[in-house]
């Protein structure tokens, strides 16, 4: 094995063979990066979502909850929870008094919905990020190795060729390196496989939870609109008499 292993492999290939060895090389460490960063994050984004959502529903104002969520142990760049409710309130109170704008004739829970929906897809990229490079390397070292595997063969051939005998000390060096290479590229396909089913459900798991806390949210904004909106349809009403009638409300 001394004489045919990685070292030997870079020491007697060529370019090409050398070229293989690098580009495995650089998807194995961008593999492994990406998943020990996605996964120390997922899942202190898990254990903070389970510690920090029914603390904000028990609190005693969405004020008060919103503090919560900002001191529970998250950097605000890092907490979906905060951003949720921010976009919750935002939107709620944007719609309700704001001035007549062409937005506003969308219902209040609708456009609650759409702004909740647009900044839960924005976490969900983020969720997703690095995400395509893992199943771009998982399906694609396998072929780098192949080729590696191809033209150590071919260099085998060479070989046999020159020598007119296939005697095994002839074949040997090429046909272990190309064993190698295609070694090597199951051994850098295979976390990335791995690593990217396990963070998708990783990722599923948490997005159903923050998907439950928006419409949980989205409830809670529209149920305290409500009363704000009678009181301004009641004012509208008053004003509409005021004016001897000249609208009816149904």
């Not at 593999?31 to 984004?45: E, M, Q």
């Not at 503090?67 to 949720?84: F, K, S, T, V």
């Not at 990020?129 to 085998?156: D, E, K, N, Q, R």
Request: net charge neutral.
């Amino acid at each position: 094995m001394q004489h045919y292993g990685l070292e030997n492999v870079w020491s007697q290939g060529d370019i090409v063979t050398r070229s293989i060895l690098i580009v495995l090389f650089t998807m194995s460490v961008l593999s492994w990066v990406v998943i020990v960063v996605k996964l120390v994050r997922i899942v202190r984004l898990a254990r903070y979502v389970d510690r920090a959502v029914t603390p904000f529903w028990h609190a005693g104002s969405f004020e008060a909850g919103l503090q919560g969520l900002d001191i529970a142990g998250m950097p605000l760049q890092h907490n979906p929870l905060l951003a949720l409710a921010h976009a919750g309130k935002t939107a709620a109170a944007h719609h309700r008094d704001a001035d007549p704008q062409i937005h506003l004739r969308i219902d209040a829970s609708e456009w609650i919905t759409r702004c909740l929906k647009d900044t839960l897809d924005e976490w969900i990229a983020r969720l997703q990020g690095g995400l395509a490079m893992l199943a771009s390397i998982g399906s694609t070292a396998p072929f780098v190795g192949l080729f590696g595997t191809v033209w150590g063969i071919y260099h085998a051939l060479v070989a046999i060729g020159a020598s007119g005998t296939a005697a095994l000390d002839h074949v040997a060096g090429p046909v272990g390196e190309s064993l190698i290479m295609t070694a090597f590229g199951l051994f850098v396909a295979i976390p990335a496989v791995l690593g990217y089913n396990a963070l998708t459900r990783a990722n599923r798991a948490v997005v159903r939870k923050l998907n439950r806390f928006a419409h949980d949210l989205h409830a809670y904004l529209v149920a305290d609109m409500r009363p704000a909106s009678r009181g301004a349809t009641a004012a509208r009403a008053q004003r509409v008499d005021d004016n001897n009638g000249a609208l009816e409300w149904q």
